[in-house]
């Protein structure tokens, strides 16, 4: 039996109003930046949602799993749910304050009292009331569970729900008559319930007071268990933290920056993994923190990509993932995913276009110039006073401090703050006696180190866009529109001021080789000096976009019109060559050797070079798409599923298909420690790590959403009868991922229509069926993630049923009617010779009738693909059938007319 949620501890009521002052404030905004920059590691991977209906209220106060992975979002107006592609609202009578998952079951609390999701006809969600009979139930603002019970809170009550019959079975108020309740949790089996007098517990029915208490007499603000354990988190008013291991062992964790938890406060906690604990605090984002050693191991806010620091609810997903809820919307911070974002730190400027790791130091070229990501020392001013040299010769008296201890009386408090007594106003300590000799005073200041920051730092002497960072011959180089720059000991020396289109440091000439924006092509070779110009290549006046070497020892300029061939031997041209090039886009040419063989790019095909007809002839093609560049000294580019390079052991050393995560990358280079630097054209700057450890988890599992036919919606079975009129159905099918909106691919198969799998493609979740003919059919669908895995869903048994009118039943009424009609047809002609006009026009219509049933009942049995011509052959197949048919009626007719007369 699984029980997953989240419980949200508080009520609207117990919001004081936050008064800072203009000095706390710079303290916290100091604090804040010494935290998140204090190491050149990155940020965790952001991602934020914002639900696609404007009649939906952000403001979040409790989120919950359910075992199918779907998320759901208490809120002011309903229950938000979101399976990672589709939001949909579900009304309730009031606000939601508390939401957890029971075995597939979405339990909740409110405004209104206690419910849970329950499904419809039409197998949706809809809201069912659990405590309609008990109007007492109102304004519940806490739950959790334990085994087959869940229990919820307000202000007087404490409402026990017997889970599998989901209805209140108990209802407990507190032993003091003026006793109201503050919050709920369960610890090792145990539910307490927070009361501003004290800690109480649920034993036999009633609350009595608990014994667990905290050093100090702190009251618990929260409690969290991590899963399938007995370890407990517990928090104090004051944000003191501590650790239950069990009942009994209570051990404090001691953050290290312990003032950042204080000075944001504390409003609730997850736990991500044993090492991991997130908190979400009111004006700090989200703190991750290693109970283990109390180091602060992430900071997420507003300064790193969270749109709003104060988090109204945290809740840890299946896959290791975070999610805050906030005022403009819902953030998921995936603290183990391979990449880590860089574009958060102060100091850049421009939209980024390259990055590189060079000698332990990051650099960034952007449009405005390049950047280096530098550590700064802050320094502050220290006051103190030392006394005046005398006979006695008397130490000196530093400042006196003394903090001011406060307790917060709700879930939400003042902060906390420390009052610094200076020592010449402490009279009593520093003069001594009353009676001794008053001593004088002299104020000095001295110069103490008060944290390390890391910021984004602009070289001076480039001024305007560098796309390009490249190591040659053991210097960083920098080229772009800008010019082209030798970086040493971060300052830049000039070596061309000419704008730059592409640049390369050719091996078999070792010359550096640089195409123009004027159309030249300039070469500068490296002395001791610097770098001096040489003139091998002034011949060619062209537009060239990339530069590289083969490995037969010669060298390619690629243009927009086509690819000039540059053969040496022994470092000596020897011939230049133009190979002309289908490019109707226009598009910049990008080129690579692999192995023995060339290959050249433009307009999404790819062309290699044909050595015998010294050509350049179409290979492949990108189908539809023309996302591809070089970088790094490879080929990249995406096929529409994932990025890919030529060499297929990058591939695998690499792990490139975590990339599948961008389709809008524009740069890749090298990063230290087997990693990548990935630039998007989002302006996202990401350290894609090969060597970071990834925790496997199960994933979720693919399931059936939704069937829609024309006008209703269908429930949704493993087993349908459907209509043939029914003109559409569409099947909806959903595999929760919330790593990326792109991350999870589809394809399907229907047997019966046809035997191959559809393309893989990340809409082909949506099944869509139109005029289908009647029959029976299998609808498989499988799903492919970003790793390559192919999951898949028991396969749909659909069966398409005739209209009535060609059904069986409806086919024996006819023959029943027909041979009604041929009986009294017979019957007149013999009773009377002048029904005999009127027995011939039955007969005929009879046996026209009996046409069309044949017709009907061959149709129905045999489906053909056919138009209007074949239909009338086949009609007239028919009636030659029935022509002894026809026959054996009109003996039978003549024969009891011949009687008649």
């Known amino acids: 039996m699984k029980v997953k949620g989240l419980t949200f501890e508080f009520k609207s009521n117990q919001l004081p109003f936050l008064n800072f002052k203009p000095q706390i ?9 010494s935290i998140i920059s204090n190491a050149q590691s990155g940020n965790y991977f952001l991602s934020n949602f914002t639900p696609a209906t404007n009649n939906v209220d952000h403001v979040s106060f409790g989120i919950a799993q359910s075992d199918k ?10 229950v938000i749910e979101f399976d990672g592609k589709n939001w949909s609202l579900i009304p309730t009578s009031g606000a939601v304050f508390t939401v957890f998952s029971y075995e597939n079951e979405i339990l909740l609390g409110g405004v209104k009292g206690i419910g849970r999701l329950s499904w419809d006809q039409g197998k949706h969600h809809v809201y069912k009331s659990i405590s309609e009979k008990h109007p007492e139930a109102i304004n519940v603002f806490a739950s959790t569970f334990y085994k087959d019970k869940a229990y919820f809170i307000n202000d007087q009550e404490l409402f026990v729900v017997s889970l599998p019959n989901f209805e209140i079975i108990k209802q407990i108020k507190s032993r003091e008559t003026q006793e109201s309740f503050t919050g709920l949790f369960q610890i090792a089996g145990t539910i307490f319930v927070n009361t501003a007098q004290g800690l109480r517990k649920l034993e036999n029915d009633r609350l009595v007071t608990s014994s667990l208490a905290l050093p100090g007499s702190e009251l618990i603000h929260l409690a969290v268990t991590l899963k399938n354990t007995d370890k407990t988190l517990l928090v104090g008013v004051n944000d003191n933290l501590y650790l239950l291991n069990g009942k009994n062992d209570l051990v404090p964790i001691k953050p290290t920056d312990a003032s950042y938890l204080e000075n944001n406060v504390v409003l609730n906690a997850t736990w991500v993994t044993e090492n991991l604990i997130a908190f979400g605090t009111l004006k700090g984002g989200v703190f991750f923190l290693n109970p283990a050693n109390g180091n602060t191991e992430e900071i997420t806010n507003y300064y790193t990509g969270l749109p709003d620091n104060e988090v109204y609810a945290i809740h840890c997903d299946n896959d290791l993932g975070v999610w805050a809820a906030h005022d403009y919307g819902f953030s998921r911070i995936a603290p183990f995913l391979p990449f880590r974002s860089y574009n958060h730190y102060p100091g850049l400027d421009g939209n980024l276009l390259t990055a590189r790791s060079f000698n332990g130091q990051i650099y960034v070229g952007t449009t405005l110039g390049l950047f280096k990501l530098t550590k700064e020392d802050v320094f502050e001013e220290q006051v103190y006073y030392q006394l005046k040299q005398s006979k006695e010769n008397r130490p000196v008296a530093e400042p006196i401090v003394q903090k001011e201890t406060s307790k917060r009386g709700g879930l939400f408090s003042f902060l906390k703050r ?12 520093l003069n001594g006696p009353k009676n001794a000799e008053p001593q004088k005073l002299e104020r000095k200041t001295r110069r103490v180190l008060k944290n390390t920051l890391y910021a984004f730092k602009r070289l001076e002497g480039i001024e305007g866009k560098i796309n390009q960072l490249m190591e040659v011959k053991g210097k960083l180089m920098a080229t772009g529109l800008a010019g082209i720059y030798e970086i040493d000991a ?22 550096l080789i640089a195409g123009t924006i004027n159309e030249n092509i300039k070469t500068f070779s490296a002395t001791k000096g610097g770098w001096e110009e040489k003139h091998v290549l002034d011949s060619i006046h062209d537009y060239v976009s990339y530069i590289f070497d083969d490995n037969q020892e010669n060298i390619w300029l690629c243009s927009r019109s086509g690819t000039y061939k540059i053969e040496t031997v022994d470092k000596e041209i020897t011939d230049i060559a133009f190979l002309p090039l289908n490019n109707p886009a226009l598009d910049e040419t990008v080129g690579l050797a692999y192995g023995n063989e060339v290959y050249i790019a433009a307009s999404g095909v790819f062309n290699r070079y044909d050595v015998i007809k010294n050509t350049l002839s179409q290979y492949d093609s990108l189908p539809g798409l023309k996302k591809y560049f070089a970088s790094a000294g490879y080929f990249w580019f995406y096929d529409g599923h994932a990025w890919r390079t030529v060499d297929p052991r990058i591939e695998k ?6 990339l599948g995560l961008f389709s809008n990358i524009q740069s890749i280079s090298t990063a230290e420690k087997q990693g990548l630097w ?19 988890t199960p994933g979720y599992p693919l399931f059936l959403r939704e069937v829609r036919g024309d006008q209703r919606k269908i429930e949704p079975t493993n087993t349908l009868k459907i209509s043939q009129l029914e003109n559409t159905v569409e099947f909806e099918f959903i595999q929760p ?4 909106m792109r991350a999870v691919e589809y394809r399907y198969l229907v047997d019966g229509l046809n035997n191959k799998w559809s393309s893989w493609a990340k809409t082909n979740n949506i099944v869509n069926f139109s005029y289908l003919p009647v029959g029976t059919y299998k609808v498989q669908v499988q799903t492919r993630d970003l790793m390559g895995k192919v999951s898949d869903i028991e396969e749909i048994r659909l069966e398409i049923e005739p209209p009535y009118w060609k059904q069986t039943w409806f086919y024996a009424l ?4 027909f041979g009604s009609l041929v009986f009294l047809s017979i019957r007149l002609s013999k009773a009377n010779e002048k029904y005999r006009l009127l027995s011939r026009l039955l007969s005929m219509l009879t046996i026209i009738m009996l046409i069309q049933l044949v017709d009907n009942i061959v149709a129905s049995q045999i489906s053909i693909s056919n138009g209007p011509v074949v239909d009338f052959f086949i009609q007239v197949v028919i009636a030659m059938l029935m022509l002894p048919v026809e026959g054996f009626l009109r003996k039978v007719i003549t024969k009891g007319q011949a009687m008649t007369s």
């Open 737 to 740: 991922d919330y790593v990326g």
């Open 25 to 33: 404030l710079l303290f916290i905004i100091f604090a804040l930046w």
């Open 490 to 511: 971060g300052k830049a020396k000039t070596v061309l001021h000419d704008p730059v289109m592409s640049v390369a440091l050719s091996p078999t000439l070792d010359l």
């Open 653 to 658: 050393s690499f792990q490139l298909q975590w």
């Open 69 to 78: 992975g779907v998320l759901y979002f208490a809120t002011k107006n309903g």
């Open 418 to 429: 420390n009052k610094t007594v200076a020592a010449a106003k402490s009279a009593d300590n």
């Open 678 to 696: 990935i630039v998007t054209s989002s302006n996202e700057l990401y350290q894609f790590s090969n060597t970071k450890t990834i925790l496997e």
């Open 814 to 817: 006819e023959v029943l009617f």
